[in-house]
């Protein structure tokens, strides 16, 4: 009578998983929040070559940028949106929130992924105050990366709040972009800016019932850039199971604006299968 052979369980584990392939890694997206001051540093230079190395630094997916300028007088008519793109070989998208001496003043993004849509909103102000905006942007890996890439679109808003006393403009712009992405409550997305809010307030209080702050139960301080004290400048995403924070930090950059710009590592999970 034959004996049956029995494998070592290692061999058999090894040859189930080599039938099987290694699972896929959830995509990585490394995103910059950053008030760059129509490119003014502190030493009152408008230098946008330093923002530039600034952002290619740490090498970004996605940067959500604010007090951008385009054509603006006082920044020598520059399209900065554009000339920060060209300076660190990124995509831009720009968002108009006013005129402002012969040109635009807004908010912009630059990004190394693929920008299916683009759209700026107005957002809700008080007579007498700077009008503000969101520049909302759907994003998407490059068709020609991994099919578990190519299929993971988020969408990204990037912002800039009122910065009067009062909560009463930043409390209205909350509700008013909570209630446009809870009609699409399963898609992923990110909010990022200066919001003018430090944790806490009230603001980040309303924007928590929908999102969840990169870093959440810490605090980054962003301004002053000289010596840092208060944190205004954040990520958002949302919803909280489909994101995973890997790494928050505040660069150490005092002199290119008037904000440290806010760094967040972050995976992007898939859909929770339905039992």
Not at 165 to 172: E, G, Q, S
Not at 178 to 203: C, F, I, K, Q, Y
């Amino acid at each position: 009578m034959k004996r049956a052979r029995f494998f070592p369980i290692a061999l058999v584990l090894f040859l189930v998983l080599s039938a099987v392939g290694p699972s896929a890694a959830p995509p990585r997206v490394v995103v910059l929040s950053y008030n760059i001051r129509h490119g003014e540093g502190m030493d009152k230079q408008i230098r946008l070559d330093r923002i530039a190395a600034v952002i290619r630094s740490v090498s970004p997916d996605v940067v959500a940028l604010q007090e951008v300028d385009c054509k603006a007088q006082r920044s020598g008519g520059v399209d900065q949106a554009g000339e920060l793109a060209r300076l660190t070989g990124m995509r831009a998208a720009f968002g108009r929130t006013m005129d402002f001496q012969g040109g635009q003043y807004g908010n912009a993004v630059l990004t190394r992924l693929t920008i299916a849509t683009s759209a700026t909103r107005a957002l809700p102000f008080s007579k007498g105050r700077e009008p503000r905006a969101v520049l909302m942007v759907d994003l998407a890996w490059p068709t020609s990366g991994p099919a578990e890439q190519a299929s993971a679109a988020f969408s990204l808003f990037a912002t800039h709040f009122d910065f009067t006393p009062d909560d009463k403009d930043r409390l209205a712009a909350s509700f008013v972009i909570s209630r446009w992405v809870a009609e699409n409550s399963d898609h992923p997305t990110l909010m990022a800016g200066d919001l003018n809010s430090t944790p806490g307030s009230v603001t980040l209080l309303a924007l928590g019932s929908l999102w969840q702050a990169a870093g959440a139960g810490r605090i980054f301080p962003t301004v002053p850039s000289g010596r840092p004290r208060n944190q205004i400048d954040y990520v958002l995403l949302r919803p909280a199971a489909r994101w995973k924070v890997v790494e928050v930090r505040v660069l150490d950059e005092p002199m290119a604006s008037d904000h440290r710009p806010i760094l967040a590592v972050l995976e992007l999970l898939p859909p929770r299968k339905e039992p």
